[in-house]
């Protein structure tokens, strides 16, 4: 059984900085494409940022040089730092894993950014 716990989530500043992490179980973490997407009421789910399993990073355009994925396969988390955070970030984080057509979730942690 496939577990995506994601952790992290707070009320911050606007300029502030958070952490995400993301503990995985149930797969083998390191063939998987990790990746962090968010989602506000009413609108689609997007994402933010993935790491493949050989290391390679996308960024959404709205987090470039804010936000830094990275992981680690020897605990099989996953993990999001957030700085320079501004009122429009504030969402729900989902943690996903992504390994061929088999796609997992998290349950999502709230970042609020006040202004």
């Known amino acids: 059984q496939v577990q995506l716990v994601e952790s992290g989530g707070d009320l911050v500043q606007a300029g502030g900085s958070l952490r995400l992490s993301c503990a995985a179980s149930?797969?083998?973490?390191?063939?998987?494409?990790m990746g962090w997407y968010r989602q506000v009421p009413e609108k689609q789910r997007e994402l933010v940022a993935t790491i493949t399993s050989g290391g390679i990073i996308n960024y959404a355009d709205f987090v470039k040089g804010r936000f830094t994925i990275s992981r680690d396969n020897a605990k099989n988390t996953v993990s999001l730092q957030m700085n320079s955070l501004k009122p429009e970030d504030t969402a729900v984080y989902y943690c996903?894993?992504?390994?061929?057509?088999?796609?997992?979730w998290g349950q999502g942690t709230q970042v609020t950014v006040s202004s």
């Open positions: 149930g797969i083998i973490f390191s063939r998987n494409t």
């Open positions: 996903n894993a992504r390994y061929g057509f088999r796609a997992s």
